[in-house]
């Protein structure tokens, strides 16, 4: 893999070619090996003790400071671009969001956190929450920002310090960003599989946050349970999209569908990557759908203005997308190019938008997760038959469901196994900072944004005086069951 160390869990540097422009170097980070590991652990541990002391609103203050650093960023870097191929109006969308997302924390936390007490004829409760201490955020490269933000702005307010292990894919632009924290608070070591493992096993560590794929999730996870430290696993989709029959194909929804698609040539936990559609509708959502991509997809650098989509991240990601498509033009599936090309297809890792049609279900485009610029268009007959459909398989992250009848997609939406579901839209369009995100089934465990994130990062811890032994209580039997 491109911008793997050479010698892994060792020390060594990480290269990082631009996926649009092959052989042209982005930047170069230190691969740090078990000792580094170490240390950052270690000092993030000894910062923690004077951090969790600060009161809740001083730690908020330091994530406001970190949103306007992030926010000035937008307009004007070009490293995520850069190193990950995602168009830079994407990623300066990224970096805002992220901004936005810390000022979110820092406004909700400090009472979303703070101590509930209760006093009355039961007794005297205080519910504490506790920081875990270090937590550690392995995190993958399609939004390199966003996703460690999600993890270091709610793990900063419950007290806790953290050391970033970002994919060696897109190590530049988050390092950067999390410059903007208060030296020792966030850490960051970059490296592959082996320091991410070192990393999720640490005894030094007590919360593990982990976004990525299934494979790696498990590995991670083996490694935490290890050494008994709780982990957070956000993991693959691959999200159904159902077209019931009365949905609205205006042009803007169609251009809606299609992006949630193949934003980030299709490389995103929470795409549409299976679009189902009554098969009395087929043919017009079929042509509508490829009007729409004519006017919304170019395929091109991402520094180039008007580009929607850029290049796949690696050579090996080119070559599995192609293989799917390949195999499903192998099933009798009819392949149809979409939108515009205005990349020099042999410059970087580019694979041409496409939508795939008369495939059977167990076809790998359809059956497992594409994380490409391709998708199926599936025709079904009735809704029961699309709801089994659509929940076929081990994932369950995002859904969505498309009607003009919102009070009708929302009864439909409680049939989904997904953790979000969307209605008439899908992907980033259709998130919201209060929203909690996350899987069901095998795409993970625990939830970003939302109050539920906040809640990831401190346990709660009682402290407890019943009534019955208060002063003038009416006392106890040693060894009774309190009633
Ligand atoms: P990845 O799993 O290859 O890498 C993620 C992180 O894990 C990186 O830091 C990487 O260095 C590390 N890693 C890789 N292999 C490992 C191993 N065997 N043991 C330990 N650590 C390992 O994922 P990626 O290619 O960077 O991202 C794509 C995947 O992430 C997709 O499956 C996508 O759906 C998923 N994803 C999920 C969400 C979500 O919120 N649920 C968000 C974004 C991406």
Same mark, same amino acid.
């Given at each position: 893999?491109?911008?793997?160390?050479?010698?892994?869990?060792?020390?060594?540097?990480?290269?990082?070619?631009?996926?649009?422009?092959?052989?042209? %170097?982005?930047?170069?980070?230190?691969?740090?090996?078990?000792?580094?590991?170490?240390?950052?652990?270690?000092?993030? !541990?000894?910062?923690?003790?004077?951090?969790?002391? @600060?009161?809740?609103?001083?730690?908020?203050?330091?994530?406001?400071?970190?949103?306007?650093?992030?926010?000035?960023?937008?307009?004007?870097?070009? @490293? $995520?671009?850069?190193?990950?191929?995602?168009?830079?109006?994407?990623?300066?969308?990224?970096?805002?969001?992220?901004? =936005?997302?810390?000022?979110?924390?820092?406004?909700?936390?400090?009472?979303?956190? *703070?101590?509930?007490?209760?006093?009355?004829?039961?007794?005297?409760?205080?519910?504490?929450?506790?920081?875990?201490?270090?937590?550690?955020?392995?995190?993958?490269?399609?939004?390199?920002?966003?996703?460690?933000?999600?993890?270091?702005?709610?793990?900063?307010?419950?007290?806790?310090?953290?050391?970033?292990?970002?994919?060696?894919?897109?190590?530049?632009?988050?390092?950067?960003?999390? !410059?903007?924290?208060?030296?020792? &608070?966030?850490?960051?070591?970059?490296?592959?599989?082996?320091?991410?493992?070192?990393?999720?096993?640490?005894?030094?560590?007590?919360?593990?946050?982990?976004?990525?794929?299934?494979?790696?999730?498990?590995?991670?996870?083996?490694a935490a349970a290890e050494a008994v430290t709780p982990v957070l696993l956000e993991l693959g989709g691959n999200d159904p999209v159902v077209l019931l029959d009365d949905a609205d194909?205006?042009?803007? *929804? #169609?251009?809606? &569908?299609? $992006?949630?698609?193949?934003?980030?040539?299709?490389?995103?936990?929470?795409?549409?990557?299976?679009?189902?559609?009554?098969?009395?509708?087929?043919?017009?959502?079929?042509?509508? /759908?490829?009007?729409?991509?004519?006017?919304? @997809?170019?395929?091109?650098?991402?520094?180039?203005?008007?580009?929607?989509?850029?290049?796949?991240?690696? =050579?090996?990601?080119? !070559?599995?997308?192609?293989?799917?498509?390949?195999?499903?033009?192998?099933?009798?599936?009819?392949?149809?190019?979409?939108?515009? %090309?205005?990349?020099? #297809?042999?410059? +970087?890792?580019?694979?041409?938008?496409?939508?795939?049609?008369?495939?059977?279900?167990?076809?790998?485009?359809?059956?497992?997760?594409?994380?490409?610029?391709?998708?199926?268009? @599936?025709?079904?007959?009735?809704?029961?038959?699309?709801?089994?459909?659509?929940?076929?398989?081990?994932?369950?992250?995002?859904?969505? %469901?498309?009607?003009?009848?919102?009070?009708? =997609?929302?009864?439909?939406?409680?049939?989904?196994?997904?953790?979000?579901?969307?209605?008439?839209?899908?992907?980033?369009?259709? $998130?919201?900072?209060?929203?909690?995100?996350?899987?069901?089934?095998?795409?993970?465990?625990?939830?970003?944004?939302?109050?539920?994130?906040?809640?990831?990062?401190?346990?709660?811890? *009682?402290?407890?005086?019943?009534? =019955?032994?208060?002063?003038?209580?009416? +006392? #106890?039997?040693? +060894?009774? /069951?309190?009633?």
């Amino acid at each position: 893999m491109p911008g793997e160390p050479a010698a892994p869990g060792g020390p060594g540097v990480i290269v990082r070619e631009n996926p649009a422009r092959l052989g042209e %170097v982005v930047g170069r980070v230190p691969a740090a090996g078990p000792a580094q590991v170490d240390r950052a652990v270690r000092d993030a !541990e000894s910062a923690q003790r004077a951090w969790r002391e @600060l009161p809740a609103e001083e730690r908020a203050e330091i994530l406001r400071k970190a949103a306007d650093t992030v926010d000035a960023m937008a307009g004007t870097d070009v @490293l $995520m671009a850069r190193e990950t191929g995602k168009p830079l109006a994407d990623c300066a969308g990224e970096l805002r969001f992220a901004a =936005a997302y810390l000022r979110w924390v820092a406004e909700k936390a400090p009472a979303a956190l *703070a101590d509930r007490e209760t006093d009355d004829d039961a007794g005297r409760l205080v519910l504490r929450r506790r920081p875990y201490g270090v937590v550690a955020a392995i995190t993958p490269w399609n939004a390199p920002v966003i996703l460690a933000l999600l993890k270091v702005g709610p793990a900063l307010a419950a007290g806790n310090t953290v050391v970033v292990k970002p994919s060696p894919l897109a190590p530049l632009a988050v390092t950067r960003v999390l !410059e903007a924290f208060r030296p020792g &608070l966030v850490r960051v070591v970059h490296g592959g599989a082996a320091t991410a493992r070192h990393l999720a096993g640490h005894p030094g560590v007590h919360r593990v946050a982990f976004t990525g794929g299934s494979a790696a999730g498990r590995a991670i996870g083996a490694a935490a349970a290890e050494a008994v430290t709780p982990v957070l696993l956000e993991l693959g989709g691959n999200d159904p999209v159902v077209l019931l029959d009365d949905a609205d194909l205006t042009s803007a *929804a #169609m251009e809606r &569908l299609v $992006m949630a698609s193949f934003a980030t040539a299709g490389q995103v936990c929470m795409a549409a990557k299976r679009l189902y559609a009554p098969r009395s509708r087929l043919a017009e959502v079929h042509e509508a /759908y490829v009007a729409a991509a004519e006017r919304v @997809l170019v395929l091109g650098d991402p520094l180039d203005a008007g580009t929607t989509v850029g290049p796949v991240i690696s =050579a090996e990601a080119a !070559e599995r997308v192609r293989a799917l498509i390949a195999d499903a033009a192998g099933r009798g599936g009819t392949v149809t190019a979409l939108g515009a %090309v205005r990349a020099d #297809m042999e410059r +970087g890792h580019f694979v041409r938008p496409a939508l795939v049609t008369d495939v059977p279900d167990d076809a790998p485009v359809v059956a497992g997760e594409q994380f490409g610029p391709v998708v199926p268009l @599936l025709a079904y007959d009735d809704e029961d038959e699309v709801a089994v459909r659509a929940n076929a398989g081990d994932l369950g992250l995002g859904a969505s %469901v498309w009607s003009a009848d919102e009070e009708r =997609a929302f009864a439909f939406a409680r049939r989904f196994d997904a953790g979000f579901t969307f209605v008439n839209t899908h992907n980033r369009t259709g $998130m919201a900072l209060r929203a909690p995100f996350g899987g069901v089934k095998r795409s993970g465990h625990g939830r970003e944004y939302g109050v539920e994130g906040l809640l990831e990062y401190a346990q709660t811890c *009682a402290v407890h005086a019943p009534a =019955a032994f208060r002063a003038g209580g009416a +006392g #106890m039997g040693a +060894g009774a /069951y309190p009633t």
